[in-house]
């Protein structure tokens, strides 16, 4: 199964900033610093709890804030759609209520465009496995169980 969490599940032929138009809340592309020269962007540090890790322990917050490096920038230009495979796996989503990186509005919207098998919602920012482990362990032991489910065409 493929499980996103509060991720990016993009429509067919659509950009990671399509989804950011219709998202409203968040805080992620005011925080981003851009290097056009070496084609990285990189949260700025001072802005990285509020918007990953609001909701974690400082100590974790912390932590985390140390292990972010810089991504390579999203090329512009046409998305590209990629063929179906014959068997894909089954989706789920992890929606996260106080997202402020990929805000509700945006989770739903791709969800919504690319329907999952299934749903969750959990009260987190977007760092769940920090913030809140023990519930994220239980929708994955919960999407296992609904994998396993015998007779459930995947």
Same mark, same amino acid.
């Given at each position: 199964a493929l499980v996103y969490v509060s991720a990016f599940l993009l429509p067919a032929g659509k950009t990671p900033g399509?989804? +950011?138009? !219709?998202?409203?809340?968040? +805080?992620?592309? =005011?925080?981003? =610093?851009?290097?056009?020269?070496?084609? !990285?962007?990189?949260?700025?540090?001072?802005?990285?709890?509020?918007?990953?890790?609001e909701d974690c322990a400082e100590e974790w917050a *912390?932590?985390?804030?140390?292990?972010?490096?810089?991504?390579?920038?999203?090329?512009?230009?046409?998305?590209?759609?990629?063929?179906? =495979?014959?068997?894909?796996?089954?989706r789920f989503y992890i929606e996260c209520l106080q997202d402020k990186a990929l805000g509700l509005r945006a989770q739903r919207w791709m969800y919504g465009e690319t329907p999952c098998r299934s749903v969750f919602s959990l009260a987190s920012g977007h760092s769940p496995f920090l913030s809140a482990?023990? *519930?994220?362990?239980?929708?994955?032991?919960?999407i296992e169980a609904r994998v396993r489910e015998p007779g459930v065409k995947n």
């Open positions: 399509d989804a +950011m138009k !219709v998202d409203d809340t968040s +805080m992620l592309p =005011a925080s981003l =610093a851009v290097d056009a020269s070496r084609g !990285v962007s990189i949260v700025k540090p001072e802005c990285a709890r509020a918007v990953f890790y *912390a932590w985390a804030v140390r292990q972010l490096q810089p991504e390579p920038l999203i090329p512009a230009g046409t998305p590209r759609d990629f063929p179906k =495979a014959a068997a894909s796996p089954p482990p023990t *519930a994220l362990a239980g929708c994955l032991i919960d």
